[in-house]
């Protein structure tokens, strides 16, 4: 089992580059950089922190088969792998912002990252290719330089079964949401499974990676407070996909939502402050990370005797603390504990 961090665009690149050395220090495996509109430019960042750092793995998590072509993704994680000694990473879904201000439509998402994978990892292995898919259509070309790998790893972001069946089927591990709960983790496997057995896969090959905003504090109810209002955006907003959330009574009043209405993406978790009072530690510990650093501890290793393989966290800062202190934290305190309590 693997600790992951998400860093955001939205600091300073000095800020950003600090916080994912830190990170490796403190025995990070990855760091993934959102891209997310309209925030500082994913492989121009990320390329950076490649020079800045020396084991930790990298990639931009996720990036989305509309706004960028696969092709140029394939040009582009072959370069920071390149420049990073092979330590590249590839993250891809659906994409969530920037849609409407760049005037794109995603179509038929599940098909169009089937068929990015299968186009990015026929040009890495640098020959000529003609692709005509259903959505993804490369007209016979090739890049113009050979990349240093033709596997670089591939994992899928989803939070719906179509999603997480295609991960299943050709990729290298599923990421998903606000994955918190024992519950949520089992029925995600389920659909992973499904997806690989039907590919002719080994279950085993695909990894599933729950990522997770995280908090933590000494008072354990001050960190999920840090989280909560992620958690009502969450809730309100209705975009993920959570198999199992209203069975285990997680969802909000459909009515208060509705109150809510719609709002767009980059306003953020504003729109849905009114949801707080609805939104109970209950919720915020099936979509999160947040208590003491104890109390996380124990919630990690249920989620991986539940069968996640690894962990990505978006690092909030406590009152009083630092996102630093936030990573650090995970570093040297949940993540030694995690591992001796779950042995390989």
């Known amino acids: 089992m693997t600790i992951e961090l998400l860093v955001l665009g939205d600091s300073s690149i000095n800020r950003m580059v600090e916080s994912v050395k830190l990170a490796e220090a403190n025995g990070f495996d990855k760091v993934w950089l959102a891209d997310e509109r309209f925030y500082r430019e994913v492989y121009s960042c990320l390329s950076i922190f490649a020079v800045n750092t020396s084991r930790v793995k990298l990639g931009p998590c996720v990036t989305d088969p509309f706004a960028r072509h696969p092709a ?19 993250g891809l879904g659906a994409g969530i912002s920037g849609f409407g201000e760049l005037g794109i439509v995603h179509n038929k998402p599940p098909r169009a990252i089937r068929e990015s994978i299968a186009l990015i990892r026929e040009l890495l292995k640098g020959g000529q290719v003609d692709f005509q898919g259903e959505v993804i259509k490369f007209n016979d070309g090739h890049l113009s ?6 596997d670089i790893p591939i994992h899928v972001a989803s939070n719906g079964p179509l999603g997480q069946r295609a991960a299943g089927a050709v990729a290298d591990a599923l990421i998903m949401e606000a994955c918190g709960s024992v519950a949520e983790v089992q029925a995600l496997k389920a659909e992973v499974v499904r997806g690989a057995q039907k590919a002719g896969r080994d279950p085993a090959e695909v990894k599933l990676v729950a990522r997770l905003n995280a908090c933590v504090d000494n008072d354990g109810r001050a960190a999920r407070d840090v989280v909560r209002p992620g958690v009502a955006r969450l809730l309100g907003r209705g975009s993920l996909k959570l198999a199992t959330a209203q069975a285990q009574g997680l969802t909000l009043p459909a009515d208060a939502v509705a109150s809510v209405g719609p709002a767009p993406y980059a306003e953020g978790v504003k729109p849905y402050l009114k949801l707080l009072p609805l939104v109970s530690d209950r919720h915020v510990d099936a979509f999160t990370l947040a208590g003491t650093a104890d109390e996380i501890t124990e919630h990690v290793i249920a989620l991986r005797k539940a069968g996640i393989d690894s962990i990505i966290i978006r690092p909030l800062a406590s009152p009083g603390c630092t996102i630093d202190d936030t990573i650090r934290i995970f570093g040297t305190r949940i993540w030694p504990a995690v591992e001796a309590a779950t042995p390989a």
Not at 72 to 89: P, V
Not at 145 to 150: I, S, T, W
């Open 72 to 90: 140029l993704t394939a040009m582009a994680i072959a370069t920071l792998d390149e420049i990073s000694g092979q330590r590249a990473i590839l």
């Open 145 to 150: 330089f050979k990349p240093v790998r033709a």
